[in-house]
């Protein structure tokens, strides 16, 4: 199962690797999620800040479901990674800033 995302600037990207909740774990490999493939995919379907907004709102989801997740773990787990993932757009407006 595929799921579509309005990414960042109105793009649409399939994400095949989801959570299934209530477990938080990836339908396709079942590892905790967002597993890589997930992140990959997130990272090429969102600019930064939608990225980070939409993990940001998993992340509260999750929450809810899995009571037990450390507050640090769950940071690390939904929302650090993000932070200093190297987007499309923030790629693109560094190789610009380089050309310059």
């Keep these: 199962m595929t799921v ?8 649409v990207a399939e994400v095949d690797h ?10 396709v490999c079942g590892q ?3 597993c890589d493939p997930a992140k990959a995919q997130l990272i090429a379907a969102y600019d930064r800040i ?8 998993r992340s ?3 929450a ?7 507050p640090a773990v769950a940071y690390v787990r939904f929302l650090a990674w993000a932070r200093t993932a ?4 923030a790629t ?5 800033r380089e050309g310059e």
Excluded: F, Q
């Design 50 to 57: 939608g990225l980070c907004m939409y993990v940001a709102e």
């Design 4 to 11: 579509d995302h309005v990414g960042g600037r109105g793009r």
């Design 92 to 96: 693109t407006m560094t190789t610009k």
């Design 60 to 62: 509260v989801e999750a």
């Design 32 to 34: 905790p999620w967002p």
């Design 18 to 27: 989801v959570a299934v909740r209530p477990s938080w774990r990836c339908r």
């Design 86 to 89: 190297r987007t499309r757009s």
């Design 64 to 70: 809810h479901d899995l009571p037990g997740l450390a």
